[in-house]
């Protein structure tokens, strides 16, 4: 299962994160990438008024990231993919908007809320059982930053 993910819904809806943070979009990649290490799950994660519009460079094999441009959003964008998808069985999509969730299962596709969304990232980080220890696979703020550095800020 893959998902498509409205990425500002999902950050208004995680405790440790803000809309008005300028690095929102950076840190909610880094918290997806963790996930999608854990899980072995591919996403989409879509967010509004890129500059430029399109796939960012943040996007890593299995976590692809979308700017929509200014004459766009993140919901028409979300709407187009969703329309388009060749095996919408095989998707799932996260977003706050009722719109845009009964367009996917009109399609479809699974849905998920953005709030049920934001409770699976926040489950605690599984126990390995050969070392018998909790593996932290998020990023700490400082990491995210040093990212950052490396491959610049495209807002």
């Not at 963790?34 to 879509?46: I, K, P, S």
């Not at 979308?66 to 329309?83: E, L, P, Q």
């Not at 009964?102 to 479809?108: E, T, V, W, Y």
Request: charged letters at 30%; one cysteine or more; aromatic letters at 6%.
């Amino acid at each position: 299962m893959s998902y498509l993910i409205d990425g500002h819904n999902l950050i208004g809806q995680l405790p440790d994160m803000a809309l008005d943070d300028p690095d929102d979009e950076a840190k909610l990649v880094q918290r997806l990438i963790g996930w999608v290490a854990r899980t072995r799950r591919m996403c989409v994660v879509v967010f509004d008024a890129g500059l430029p519009g399109g796939t960012s460079r943040m996007s890593t094999s299995m976590v692809r990231v979308v700017f929509a441009n200014h004459t766009s959003s993140a919901d028409k964008v979300i709407i187009d993919r969703i329309y388009k998808e060749k095996h919408p069985k095989n998707w799932t999509v996260v977003s706050s908007d009722n719109g845009v969730l009964d367009i996917a299962k009109r399609q479809g596709m699974q849905m998920l809320k953005s709030t049920e969304f934001a409770r699976l990232l926040e489950r605690p980080v599984p126990v390995r059982p050969d070392i018998g220890e909790a593996v932290d696979v998020r990023l700490s703020d400082a990491e995210v930053n040093e990212w950052l550095k490396i491959f610049g800020d495209e807002k």
